[in-house]
C-alpha cells in the first residue's frame, strides 16, 4: 500500500485547508483511513479516525473545526480544516488501516500563523 499525501501548506489563524490522502496499490480492503499530526517537540496524535463504514472519531481538540471523510472508490481520505489554530501547526500523518498492518503517508506539513 502507497499514501500519497497533499495539500499541507501555510494558512492564517482562522483560515482553511484540506488535505488529501489516496492509498494506491494491490490490496484487498481498507478497514479505516485516519490523519494523525506530530508537532515539534510533542508525540504524535490522533486527528480523526474514519471507517470503512463510515465512523468518525476526532481527537477533542478538532471537533467542530475539523471535518473527516472518504471517497472509497478512491481510497482517497480527506481532512477538511476550518478555523485554524496556530496550535494546529504540525506535520500531518495519512493513516491506513488495511488489516492487520498499519501504512503510513510521507506527512504534509501544515503551518498556522499570521
Known amino acids: 500500500v502507497r499514501l500519497q499525501a497533499s495539500g499541507g501548506g501555510l494558512a492564517q489563524p482562522g483560515g482553511s485547508l484540506r488535505l488529501s490522502c489516496a492509498a494506491s496499490?494491490?490490496?484487498?480492503?481498507?478497514?479505516?483511513m485516519g490523519w494523525y499530526r506530530q508537532a515539534p517537540g510533542k508525540q504524535r496524535e490522533l486527528v480523526a479516525i474514519?471507517?470503512?463504514?463510515?465512523?468518525?472519531n476526532y481527537a477533542d481538540s478538532v471537533k467542530g473545526r475539523f471535518t473527516i471523510s472518504r471517497d472509497n472508490a478512491k481510497n482517497t481520505v480527506y481532512l477538511q480544516m476550518n478555523s485554524l489554530k496556530p496550535e494546529d501547526t504540525a506535520v500531518y500523518y495519512c493513516?491506513?488501516?488495511?488489516?492487520?498492518?498499519?501504512?503510513w503517508g510521507q506527512g504534509t506539513l501544515v503551518t498556522v500563523s499570521s
Open positions: 496499490g494491490a490490496f484487498f480492503g481498507i478497514n479505516a
Open positions: 474514519i471507517t470503512s463504514a463510515g465512523s468518525t
Open positions: 493513516l491506513t488501516i488495511v488489516a492487520p498492518k498499519d501504512y
